[in-house]
Each structure stands twice: as C-alpha cells, then as structure tokens.
C-alpha cells in the first residue's frame, strides 16, 4: 500500500466496495431520513461520530464518505476530511473550529479575498483578532505571535501574485507554541504539495477548482492531520455543514483524472508564462516557478510541479488597454473561479486588498486560467490581444 504512486492513490483511492456496491464510480446515495430496524439501533448509531455511518443525510452518506476518504488517502498523515457546500465555507468552518473569543488569527496579505473578509467581517464580530502578515515572512512570523495566537493560515502561492509561502518554517514556529496550522491548498492541490506530510494541521481545499474539473459544482474540503480531526467534526455538526452527494458524486468523478489534467493544466501555462515573458508589452510574470517570483526557493524546494493559474503584470497601460486585451480574447472565457477544462482570464487589482505590505505593479494585471484547449491556440489568441493593448495604449 505505501509504495502506491499519486496517479495510482487517485484512481483507487475512497473506492470501498461497501459504498460502491462494485461499481467503478460510486454512486449517488441522496438521503435526509435514514431508517432504522429498531429503537435500539437508532439509539447505538447516535454515537458522536458518524463519519461513515449512515445516521442523518446531513451527516453524508457513502457518496460524500467516499470522496472525503480518497482526499484523506492523498495527504500521507491526514486523520480524517470533511466536505463543505464550498471552499469558503471550508475555510469558514476550519477557522471557527479552532478561534474562540479573544484569540488572534494570522493571515498572509495575499489571502484570497472572501479569507480576508471573513476575518475582517464575522470573526472580528465574534471576538476574534486578525494580524495580516507578509506572505514572504517565514521564519519572522514568530514575532507576530502572542499568547493569544491560536491559528496561522497560509494560502501558497498567494491568490491573484503567487507568492510562496516558506511552509515548514511556518510550521516550526506555531508548533513551538502550539498554534494550529491551516493551508488554502486549492492552487496545488495534495498532488503538488502534500501539506499535512510537512506538518500542516489542516489542509483545505475549494473542491470547486481541479476536484471537480469542469467548472459545474460548488464544493469544499478540509482534511485534519492526526489528532485535529476531532474539533473540526464538532464544529461541522454544529454549523450543520454539509456538501450535496450530487456535487460529491462529480467531485468523485473529476478526481480520477486530476493528476492527468494538472499535468497538462501545469505544461501549458508554463509553455504561455514563458511566451508572454517574451513580450514587450509584459513587464512580469507572477508564476512561482519563475526565479523572479517571490518564494520561487521554496516552490523549487516543496513543491512538486506548477498548476494551470497565473497572473501576469502588463508594460504600461490602463483599464482601458486591459479591457482591449481580454474583451476581444476568443478561446479565454471572462469569469470567475478557476480549474475547469476551459481558459479564463481575469483582469485583477491586487493593490486594493493589501493592508500589511505594499503591492506595486507596473501596469495591470490579468490572472489567466489556462485549461486544456491546444496552448498554441491560447498563444495565439493572447498574440493579438497584446496587438489590441498595443493600440488602445496609443
Ligand atoms: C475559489 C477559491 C476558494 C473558494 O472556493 P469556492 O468553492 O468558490 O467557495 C478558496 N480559496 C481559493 C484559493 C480559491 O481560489
């Protein structure tokens, strides 16, 4: 079982053929009301924990406990995960599971937005502090922390500038002082950096992006090293948390081809990245395996190759010249989220976020997803979009 590689793990990985009956994909299990035989057996399954017993449709049936259990199989050292209607309600989840009134929270300032606001928004509310940190400061985090840090949360590469994040000396410092760790690990995924093995207490993901796959659910994940599962139940209970089989069934589904498409998702955007760094009307890559991307050592160090998601920061130009690039684009879709089979590009404004560091760019920026379509065709179609931002800068 140990020697098992990722590719294998994720084909075999959550199949019991107790849930799937011995069919390949697990099937749909949609339930509220569980029946029982007896008063008795009611009474013995409203044990605490009924992670894999089928006990209320909100506590998941054989479809959720399947995909939850390949995502624990893909963290070497993960207790147990839990799945969420979405990856901010994972986020959301795995923050309250842990803060409690007059607890102070540490978050990098490249945090993905919604991350920020729930600490700006229903954390404070709730008592609780938040320090924003330079995603750059490593092993310095330790003079950010108090008697009062309970959590730091990592987010690497950083959402929209890609900064990575120095994990395990992060990591050494809140487990000096017993802080909990957690990880937005959504750009890598387990198959990219397997944080729990690097001592992260709780890695999350938005199911939403390369779980899935193809851009059609809303779904979330948090997977709890050994020992840290068990207050992430309880707070799950209580907050009634719970992902719809359906969605859990393609969350499944999409799983079983992640590692082939992050390859390909991986190669392309490398492939354009480099292209684009040609160009004279980009000023900069923001793409962690590019040396000049802050953290790159550490990507080149921790991580085990690049996802499809990168930004890039244009020679020049306004609002304007940037709508001239993407609004003309052909095979790049305008939207948000990322991680399905089809290109996106997104006009980002990283500056307006920050409050810790100071974020400067020499023009605008555009956050491409790049997807599985021919990257010739994608090279091509950016071509004469940077003919457009030519002309309309004038
Ligand atoms: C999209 C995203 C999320 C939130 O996921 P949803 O499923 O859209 O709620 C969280 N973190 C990162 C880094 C994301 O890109």
Redesign the pocket.
């Known amino acids: 079982m140990t020697d098992k590689k990722d590719p294998t793990r994720i084909v075999e990985a959550g199949r019991r053929k107790e849930w799937t009956q011995g069919i390949v994909n697990p099937p749909v299990w949609r339930a509220s009301t569980i029946l029982y035989d007896t008063i008795a057996h009611l009474r013995a399954t409203g044990a605490k924990d009924t992670h894999h017993t089928l006990f209320y449709g909100r506590r998941g049936t054989p479809t959720q406990w399947s995909l939850a259990d390949a995502l624990t199989e893909l963290e070497p050292g993960a207790e147990a995960t839990l799945l969420y209607p ?3 309600a994972a ?1 959301a989840t795995a923050l309250l599971a842990i803060l409690s009134p007059g607890d102070h929270l540490l978050v990098p300032d490249s945090a ?1 937005d ?1 991350t920020r606001s729930l600490a700006n928004g229903l954390l404070k509310r709730m008592g609780i502090a938040t320090t924003f940190y330079d995603p750059l400061i490593g092993a310095d985090i330790a003079a950010l922390c108090t008697p009062q840090t309970k959590a730091i949360f990592m ?1 690497s590469p950083g ?1 929209l500038t890609f900064e990575v994040q120095d994990v395990p000396a992060i990591v050494a410092v809140a487990r000096a002082r017993g802080i909990a760790t957690l990880i ?1 690990n ?2 890598a995924t387990p198959l990219l950096l397997p944080a729990i093995a690097m001592g992260v207490d709780y890695s999350i993901l ?1 199911c ?2 390369y779980i899935g796959g193809h851009s059609d659910i ?1 779904l ?1 994940s948090v997977t709890a090293a050994q020992g840290q599962y068990e207050r992430l139940r309880a707070a799950t209970y209580q907050l009634g948390q719970c992902a719809s089989p359906d969605d859990a069934f393609l969350g499944a589904r999409g799983l079983r081809t992640m590692a082939v498409r992050l390859r390909q998702h991986g190669e392309a955007a490398l492939k354009i990245a480099h292209w684009l760094k040609t160009r004279s009307e980009v000023a900069r890559i923001l793409h962690p395996a590019f040396p000049e991307c802050p953290g790159h050592d550490a990507f080149v160090r921790d991580f085990k190759g690049p996802a499809g998601l990168f930004s890039f920061v244009l020679n020049g130009g306004g609002e304007a010249a940037r709508a001239a690039l993407i609004d003309g684009l052909e095979h790049f879709g305008i939207g948000y ?1 990322w991680g399905g089979f089809e290109s996106l590009a997104l006009p980002v404004d990283p500056q307006r976020y920050r409050t810790a560091t100071k974020w400067e760019a020499e023009g605008p920026v555009v956050r491409l997803q790049i997807g599985l379509e021919d990257p010739d065709d994608l090279i091509a179609d950016l071509d004469a979009g940077l003919a457009r931002f030519r002309a309309a800068q004038g």
Request: hydrophobic fraction near 30%; charge should be negative; charged fraction near 20%.
């Open positions: 979405s990856g901010v986020v993905y919604p987010e959402s937005d959504t750009w938005a939403t992006k809303m979330g989220s």
